[in-house]
């Protein structure tokens, strides 16, 4: 072995078990100190630059620069293997890899690297150090079977001293956890001949033991376990030969033997934890063991009679290992037995009376509070502080609160003291009791017991629905900043996808009730990227609220699709309320399409009248420029006012007037004609009205009135189009009196001097028919063929 990986080895920092029973590691393996002069040797270069990027992320104090350099050093490590695999450093370098794959969070891609690494390599210290961090990332899963040849093969690579023996020593441990009892003998047996095993021999005797227990050699077992007694080692080990030497002793059926390592363990203090009843000793072990229906049938078949407290203790654990065996009903009637043997007030029957309300719990919860207040009048006042008072009041307040009488749940609540309440209940009472609390009202109690849940259990799977009802709790309490606090970490949290939405949901609709539009936006936004998961409702409120916020923030072009989205989902509940933002969205681009449909929605939904007057006015003006003129004359008429006319604009009563008398409803624009005439004063308009006039009662048959508008009009000497269509007006009633020649006349003017390419092409034409009439057959061949020439593919609108 080279010197820099035995120096590697000397650094590498064995992992340790904790009092949890976990493998972890102080930190990972170290190679010598990074070369900063580099060799003239491109692989040995390039590995190099890897360990000196490794280095650097190992000294960096920011989290985020650590991050970074760890993710530089995955990179040149990945480039480095490519190009070597097979490099005198390759196995450092996968090691490195997999080290910083770890370090960045990346579990299965460092796992993926230690697993190459024993895969293309058999040897060496770095194999043996790939070994055991696979193998303690296994153990720590309770990957037991995949474990045990890991624990194997660190085991028979490592070349520290004393390390052999760990790694034994865990293979056996996993190979017996995992059933596997001839490869965990074989396992313990080699830390026993490790000269430097020192450190394992109690802990691999006691699982030798184990074994021999399992594969019934009950005298070696018992063997084994006492050795264990008689070294010094720690109590909870010894307490642990003790108890399973009792276990090897009933098999044997050597029960004096048994209770003598029993009653070893009630006199020695250190090991209270694993004290038993002193006078049911056998069952004790069994319960201790979890052997629940060997305890019960232990004391079916026993000969043995106590009375008293050693018989109430005896029956306490059969009740009890009954209730591991969720038999509640038989349990109950054992613990009533107890009230027979011990008085009221004793300890006994103090537990025997919980377990039995334990039982009532499990078996008919709406019984409950009637049996905790039954437990309470007996022991509330003696054993207020204790635990089981407690948890009693817990049952109750929980039944309660399932039967949906939540005011009366939450005084339950109040009552109890979290702190009397054991750990393993404690994260449940907090979080009942904020939920209750605030189910029933008391925002500031709720408030208290969730922020302490949620403080003192961050881990707990809970915690997301806790914010939740925080944050709505402090809604309610007006406290907003708070509740968006709140909505925002369930945002972060990202999962599960209902509580992610309820972030997004509930936090955009309170920023809308506070008119913060611009955050409304940014939540609404954020609610529709989650997608599929969003059922047509919400979907639909986002869409509509986002197109609302971007009319109400000048952004009335961007608004037109989500407010189309949100009317296409829910036409019931937006239709009206989109339809108007989706006006003045098309409004604002212009789009007379679009505009046109909306108010034809907005008029079959009885709301135009809530439309801006020139959004309307525009698409009218829109509509009679494009030749829409039944829609211009339906857009125009909705801001005419007819009773007060000089209340509507001017342009207003011209357009309509021009689009009604587009449309042929001739005498319908009468009134709208009139009313520009009486407050036009520019006199080319009003020509223009006069003409808009004199057509209507043209295709009134009203000819006389419609000379005298004609009259009036040229009377101002109109110019242009205004003067071309008058001249054809004027022809157009000549024709209809029977005089062509004066007609011809008329519609000459306008050939010879009006150059439109609209009113000549039809002054031609009436001429042609005019000359036709007169007779005057040379002349009017003439001007058909200029009608032809210039104006090859105009056509009559008749």
């Given at each position: 072995?080279?010197?820099r990986?035995?120096?590697?080895?000397?650094?590498?920092?064995?992992?340790?078990?904790?009092?949890?029973?976990?493998?972890?590691?102080?930190?990972?393996?170290r190679?010598?100190?990074?070369?900063?002069?580099?060799?003239?040797?491109?692989?040995?270069?390039?590995?190099?630059?890897?360990?000196?990027?490794?280095?650097?992320?190992?000294?960096?104090?920011?989290?985020?620069?650590?991050?970074?350099?760890?993710?530089?050093?995955v990179?040149?490590?990945?480039?480095?293997?490519?190009?070597f695999?097979?490099?005198?450093?390759?196995?450092?370098?996968?090691?490195?890899?997999?080290?910083?794959?770890?370090?960045?969070?990346?579990?299965?891609?460092?796992?993926?690297?230690?697993?190459?690494?024993?895969?293309?390599?058999?040897?060496?210290?770095?194999?043996?150090?790939?070994?055991?961090?696979?193998?303690?990332?296994?153990?720590?899963?309770?990957?037991?079977?995949?474990?045990?040849?890991?624990?194997?093969?660190?085991a028979?690579?490592?070349?520290?001293?004393?390390?052999?023996?760990r790694?034994?020593?865990?293979?056996?441990?996993?190979?017996?956890?995992?059933?596997?009892?001839?490869?965990?003998?074989?396992?313990?047996?080699?830390?026993?001949?490790?000269?430097?095993?020192?450190?394992?021999?109690?802990?691999?005797?006691?699982?030798?033991?184990?074994?021999?227990?399992?594969?019934?050699?009950?005298?070696?077992?018992?063997?084994?376990?006492?050795?264990?007694?008689?070294?010094?080692?720690?109590d909870?080990?010894?307490?642990?030969?003790?108890?399973?030497?009792?276990v090897?002793?009933?098999?044997?059926?050597?029960?004096?033997?048994?209770?003598?390592?029993?009653?070893?363990?009630?006199?020695?203090?250190?090991?209270?934890?694993?004290?038993?009843?002193?006078?049911?000793?056998?069952?004790?072990?069994?319960?201790?063991?979890?052997?629940?229906?060997?305890?019960?049938?232990?004391?079916?078949?026993?000969?043995?009679?106590?009375?008293?407290?050693?018989?109430?203790?005896?029956?306490?654990?059969?009740?009890?290992?009954?209730m591991?065996?969720?038999?509640?009903?038989?349990?109950?009637?054992?613990?009533?037995?107890?009230?027979?043997?011990?008085?009221?007030?004793?300890?006994?029957?103090?537990?025997?009376?919980?377990?039995?309300?334990?039982?009532?719990?499990?078996?008919?919860?709406?019984?409950?509070?009637?049996?905790?207040?039954?437990?309470?009048?007996?022991?509330?006042?003696?054993?207020?502080?204790?635990?089981?008072?407690?948890?009693?009041?817990?049952?109750?307040?929980?039944?309660?609160?399932?039967?949906?009488?939540?005011?009366a749940?939450?005084?339950?609540?109040?009552?109890?003291?979290?702190?009397?309440?054991?750990?393993?209940?404690?994260?449940?009472?907090?979080y009942?009791?904020?939920?209750?609390?605030?189910e029933?009202?008391?925002?500031?109690g709720?408030?208290?017991?969730?922020?302490?849940?949620?403080?003192?259990?961050?881990?707990?799977?809970?915690?997301?629905?806790?914010?939740?009802k925080?944050?709505?709790?402090?809604?309610?309490?007006?406290?907003?900043?708070?509740?968006?606090?709140?909505?925002?970490?369930?945002?972060?949290?990202?999962?599960?996808?209902?509580?992610?939405?309820?972030?997004?949901?509930?936090?955009?609709?309170?920023?809308?009730?506070?008119?913060?539009?611009?955050?409304?936006?940014?939540?609404?936004?954020?609610?529709?990227?989650?997608?599929?998961?969003l059922?047509?409702?919400?979907?639909?409120?986002?869409?509509?609220?986002?197109?609302?916020?971007?009319?109400?923030?000048?952004?009335?072009?961007?608004?037109?699709?989500?407010?189309?989205?949100?009317?296409q989902?829910r036409?019931?509940?937006?239709?009206?309320?989109?339809?108007?933002?989706?006006?003045?969205?098309?409004y604002?681009?212009?789009?007379?399409?679009?505009?046109?449909?909306?108010?034809?929605?907005?008029?079959?939904?009885?709301?135009?009248?809530?439309?801006?007057?020139?959004?309307?006015?525009?698409?009218?003006?829109?509509?009679?420029?494009?030749?829409?003129?039944?829609?211009?004359?339906?857009?125009?008429?909705?801001?005419?006012?007819?009773?007060?006319?000089?209340?509507?604009?001017?342009e207003?009563?011209?357009?309509?007037?021009?689009?009604?008398?587009?449309?042929?409803?001739?005498?319908?624009?009468?009134?709208?004609?009139?009313?520009?005439?009486?407050?036009?004063?520019?006199?080319?308009?009003?020509?223009?009205?006069?003409?808009?006039?004199?057509?209507?009662?043209?295709?009134?048959?009203?000819?006389?009135?419609?000379?005298?508008?004609?009259?009036?009009?040229?009377?101002?000497?109109?110019?242009?189009?205004?003067?071309?269509?008058?001249?054809?007006?004027?022809?157009?009633?000549?024709?209809?009196?029977?005089?062509?020649?004066?007609?011809?006349?008329?519609?000459?003017?306008?050939?010879?001097?009006?150059?439109?390419?609209?009113?000549?092409?039809?002054?031609?034409?009436?001429?042609?028919?005019?000359?036709?009439?007169?007779?005057?057959?040379?002349?009017?061949?003439?001007?058909?063929?200029?009608?032809?020439?210039?104006?090859p593919?105009?056509?009559?609108?008749?």
């Open positions: 072995m080279c010197k990986a035995l120096y590697c080895l000397n650094l590498f920092n064995v992992l340790l078990i904790t009092a949890s029973g976990w493998l972890h590691a102080e930190e990972p393996p190679a010598q100190p990074a070369n900063l002069v580099l060799e003239n040797d491109a692989a040995r270069d390039f590995f190099e630059r890897g360990k000196n990027v490794y280095d650097e992320a190992r000294n960096a104090e920011d989290q985020q620069q650590r991050q970074s350099l760890f993710t530089i050093a990179q040149i490590f990945e480039a480095y293997l490519m190009d695999p097979n490099h005198e450093n390759a196995p450092k370098a996968w090691w490195y890899l997999g080290s910083s794959y770890q370090q960045i969070d990346r579990h299965k891609d460092a796992q993926r690297c230690f697993s190459a690494l024993l895969q293309r390599f058999q040897k060496g210290p770095w194999v043996a150090a790939a070994a055991y961090a696979l193998a303690a990332d296994h153990y720590n899963k309770k990957q037991y079977v995949v474990a045990a040849p890991l624990f194997d093969r660190y028979s690579e490592t070349e520290r001293q004393g390390e052999s023996a790694g034994y020593y865990y293979a056996g441990h996993c190979y017996r956890l995992n059933g596997a009892h001839a490869q965990a003998l074989v396992a313990f047996r080699k830390v026993l001949e490790d000269p430097d095993g020192a450190e394992f021999i109690a802990m691999s005797k006691v699982g030798l033991g184990h074994c021999s227990l399992h594969l019934q050699r009950d005298q070696e077992a018992l063997d084994l376990f006492v050795e264990v007694t008689e070294i010094k080692t720690t909870a080990l010894k307490a642990e030969a003790l108890l399973n030497a009792s090897a002793a009933r098999r044997l059926e050597k029960f004096e033997i048994g209770i003598h390592y029993l009653e070893r363990i009630l006199k020695d203090e250190k090991i209270k934890a694993w004290w038993p009843s002193a006078h049911s000793t056998l069952l004790g072990v069994l319960f201790d063991q979890g052997e629940y229906v060997r305890v019960v049938q232990l004391h079916e078949q026993s000969m043995v009679e106590l009375k008293g407290d050693e018989e109430a203790a005896r029956l306490l654990l059969v009740g009890r290992a009954l591991h065996l969720k038999k509640s009903k038989e349990a109950l009637e054992v613990f009533r037995g107890i009230e027979r043997e011990v008085p009221p007030q004793s300890d006994l029957a103090f537990q025997a009376s919980y377990y039995r309300l334990m039982c009532f719990y499990r078996i008919e919860g709406q019984h409950v509070p009637k049996q905790v207040d039954a437990f309470l009048q007996l022991y509330g006042a003696t054993r207020s502080q204790d635990v089981r008072i407690h948890t009693a009041l817990m049952m109750k307040a929980e039944s309660l609160q399932a039967e949906g009488r939540t005011a749940a939450a005084q339950v609540y109040k009552q109890v003291d979290d702190s009397r309440v054991s750990k393993a209940n404690r994260p449940g009472l907090l009942q009791r904020g939920w209750c609390l605030a029933a009202g008391d925002h500031k709720a408030i208290l017991s969730l922020d302490q849940f949620i403080r003192g259990y961050p881990d707990d799977e809970r915690v997301v629905s806790a914010l939740g925080r944050a709505k709790v402090y809604e309610g309490s007006g406290q907003a900043e708070q509740a968006i606090a709140d909505y925002d970490r369930l945002i972060k949290f990202g999962k599960p996808a209902d509580m992610l939405i309820y972030g997004w949901l509930e936090s955009a609709r309170l920023r809308r009730a506070a008119n913060q539009i611009q955050d409304m936006m940014v939540r609404y936004q954020g609610l529709l990227e989650c997608g599929a998961q059922d047509v409702k919400l979907q639909a409120e986002a869409n509509y609220w986002l197109g609302w916020g971007m009319v109400k923030t000048n952004k009335p072009k961007l608004s037109i699709e989500p407010l189309e989205k949100a009317r989902l036409a019931d509940l937006y239709g009206k309320h989109a339809g108007l933002l989706l006006a003045l969205g098309y604002a681009a212009q789009n007379i399409e679009k505009l046109a449909e909306e108010l034809h929605l907005a008029i079959g939904g009885e709301y135009q009248q809530d439309l801006p007057d020139q959004a309307i006015q525009w698409a009218g003006m829109q509509s009679y420029n494009a030749r829409s003129y039944h829609d211009a004359a339906i857009f125009l008429a909705l801001i005419a006012n007819f009773e007060e006319p000089r209340e509507t604009r001017k207003v009563w011209r357009y309509l007037g021009k689009s009604l008398l587009e449309s042929g409803m001739a005498k319908q624009a009468l009134p709208a004609i009139s009313n520009v005439l009486e407050v036009e004063e520019n006199l080319a308009w009003r020509a223009d009205g006069l003409l808009d006039r004199g057509r209507a009662l043209y295709l009134m048959d009203d000819l006389a009135a419609a000379r005298k508008a004609v009259d009036d009009a040229l009377a101002v000497q109109p110019q242009g189009r205004t003067r071309g269509s008058l001249r054809i007006l004027a022809g157009d009633l000549d024709m209809k009196e029977g005089d062509s020649k004066k007609a011809s006349a008329q519609y000459l003017i306008v050939v010879s001097f009006i150059n439109d390419k609209e009113l000549k092409p039809e002054a031609l034409h009436k001429l042609v028919e005019a000359l036709e009439a007169a007779d005057q057959k040379q002349e009017a061949a003439k001007y058909r063929e200029q009608l032809q020439t210039e104006f593919d105009w056509k009559t609108s008749r």
